[in-house]
């Protein structure tokens, strides 16, 4: 079987921060990538379980982008968050506008949205203080400096294309 593209990419030098790992057939998939690969603790899973609801319900309920959302949800390594949309032009500097945005919807928020039995299939596995301080923590490292070229990082595919060209 042929290896995924994004299992080629090599993940030692992947650093926090906003990623375009796909763009094709009209979507684009964002890589928001929360902790550093194989060198800081991942997330628990109610702290990731928690900023999927967090984040799916904002980017959903965003009136200037809600039409385009496809998809949020947890990488199952833990370290992030993919986020798929309809390619209307969005950018790494784009979506780090409405992450930011998303943020501080979520530090503002009081519980977790859909979290009883009726609408989560695991409700108890849950903790909005977790979301809320890597929430904090992701904020803080795009203001700081956007990582967003996975070309950068010098990665290639065996066929010579650049990982975000695949």
Known sequence: ???IASFQIDHTNLKPGIYVSRRDKGFI???MRFTEPNVEPVMDQKTAH???HLLATWFRNNDKIKGDVVYVGPMGCLT???IIMRDNGYTEFSMRNYMLGA???ILEQTEVPATTPATCGNYALHSLEGAKEMAKL????IAEHLYTEYTKLE???DNGMAFADA
């Open 29 to 31: 998939t964002f890589d």
């Open 138 to 141: 992701y904020a803080s490292r």
């Open 50 to 52: 928690s900023l999927e």
């Open 80 to 82: 992030g968050f993919y």
């Open 1 to 3: 079987m042929e290896a």
């Open 155 to 157: 990665t290639k595919l």
């Open 103 to 105: 943020i501080n919807w």
